[in-house]
């Protein structure tokens, strides 16, 4: 049985082969004046003329020459050549007009007059989308919320007093703003991920712009905070008005010529339901704006961090790229393999792996036919892995233990030296009236002791604590306080006032103090 086929015309006839060709021009080796040649026509277009002869083709060029620079001149390029090659990628349209012969001959000759086709037009406006785009083009519109949420109220408004025209204008534009906060929320996260990308090669770049950034990211997402649950709330109310006789009015006020009713209702069902999940999912699911709050805060922390590694890197006064270059000039001027080798040992802290070999205790409770995927590992001792040698290899006993008596002993005089030195600026507190820095120390000492020893519900109690022959006691006096002159300053002891005296029964040589 034959295929059938419905009838196309205009775009619908454009295959995808022939869709890819229109972009054939992008790559040819005169791309720039194909660039140019099209931009013509589309000036010629803005200005509702439509179609247009060589003629007028290279006067629309010489104008864009006179007002560009970077336009090639017309004159030097072989138009009927060109315009017959864009006419051969589907992007030109190419016709005849014999109403411009003004003798027989050239009627005879005909004349060639050239359009955009439909796709063609719509392949140099995509274009000229990359061409024209700018990081200005990467940026979130919080202002869009508000008008979500007015037309969603004169959606519903609309839906109640049955007005289909109106359902079709708030519904078409809720659907066209929605499109344009997801394109402008995905070039703008891809953007930050480019300046992520960017920073290590000029932090500059990242540094002006990081206080914007953040500023921009944080106003976002509080105005999304902000009107997500309005915006969920608006959507239900809708719904409540009936959305099948909203969706049929919609479908009923399209315009689409080529489209049956039958089609429209299911594309306007569709569009309807991405609304939904975008803004009030069913089955309490995560809503796309919820999703989009997320990636967010995400964003922001990305941020952060990215600053925080540029000025903890610029803070050192060598950046990552600085150090890289110097490395690599460090290892182009080494003179041999070796001095390479070594100076990649000592930047990388990478050496030769160490293999060790060790079998099982019982070789035979293992299977042969295992590999070594699938067989259990064996047990490998730290010395074996660090100094590659087995526990108890060498002569069979245990080794000496090294009790190293010099460094001991010279450990336990710098002890007896510091208490004794500690005890005598402990001895020197009695009496003094402006203590240095050791009897200070001694005070700070002694003073921790005695506040360690508080115990919860004897506000009014005494502290003491007695050590290096010495005795402080601590007696509360609410509203009052003790001031000690040091060399170093002053030390205030609020609600406490302060009493050193000697104690007899405190040795010397005691290394814990006892407390009272």
Known sequence: MPETRDATFGLDDFGLDDRMRLFGYVNADNRLAYLWLLRAFDTARSSYHVVLHTTEVQAALAGLAAEHRDCPDPSTMDLPRLLDALVEWGVLDRGQDGTRAATLAEYRNRHSVYQFTEAGYRAHRAVESVLAAGIDDSTLSRLVFA?????????????????????????????????????????????????????????????????????????????????????????????????????????????????????????????????????????????????????????????????????????????????????????????????????????????????????????????????????????????????????????????????????????????????????????????????????AAALRRLLDIALAARVAGRGEAPLAAAAFGVRLTLTPCPGRFTTVPTVSGRLHLDGYRLAVTPAEHTALGRREPATV
Do not use: C
Not at 361 to 384: F, K, N, T
């Open 147 to 439: 008008d979500l949420l007015a037309d969603l109220k004169a959606l519903r408004a609309a839906n109640e007093s049955g007005d289909a025209e109106e359902v079709y204008r708030k519904l078409n534009r809720l659907d066209r703003a929605l499109a344009d906060v997801a394109e402008r929320a995905a070039r703008f996260y891809h953007m930050l991920g480019d300046l992520g990308r960017t920073h290590d090669v000029r932090p500059e770049v990242f540094l002006s712009h990081k206080d914007a950034l953040l500023v921009h990211l944080r106003d976002f997402h509080d105005e999304l905070q902000r009107y997500t649950p309005r915006l969920r709330e608006a959507v239900l109310e809708v719904e409540e008005t009936g959305l099948e006789r909203m969706i049929e009015a919609a479908a009923e006020a399209d315009e689409r010529l080529f489209t049956t009713p039958v089609e429209r209702l299911a594309d306007w069902r569709r569009r309807w339901t991405g609304l939904r999940s975008w803004l009030a999912p069913a089955n309490d699911r995560m809503s796309e704006a919820d999703r989009l709050s997320g990636a967010t805060m995400a964003a922001i922390g990305d941020v952060l961090a990215l600053l925080r590694r540029v000025t903890e890197a610029r803070r050192g006064g060598v950046s990552r790229e600085s150090q890289l270059r110097h490395l690599a000039a460090w290892f182009t001027g080494a003179g041999s393999d070796g001095a390479a080798h070594a100076i990649f040992d000592v930047v990388f802290g990478l050496g030769a792996p160490r293999h060790a070999g060790v079998a099982y205790a019982d070789p035979e409770a293992i299977a042969s036919r295992l590999s070594w995927w699938e067989a259990p590992a064996v047990e490998l001792s730290r010395s074996l892995v660090q100094s590659g040698r087995m526990p108890g290899q060498g002569n069979g006993r245990p080794a000496r233990i090294d009790r190293s008596d010099a460094p001991r002993r010279a450990l336990r005089e710098r002890q007896v030296a510091e208490e004794r030195r500690q005890a005598g600026a402990a001895a020197g507190l009695v009496g003094a009236e402006v203590l240095d820095d050791d009897q």
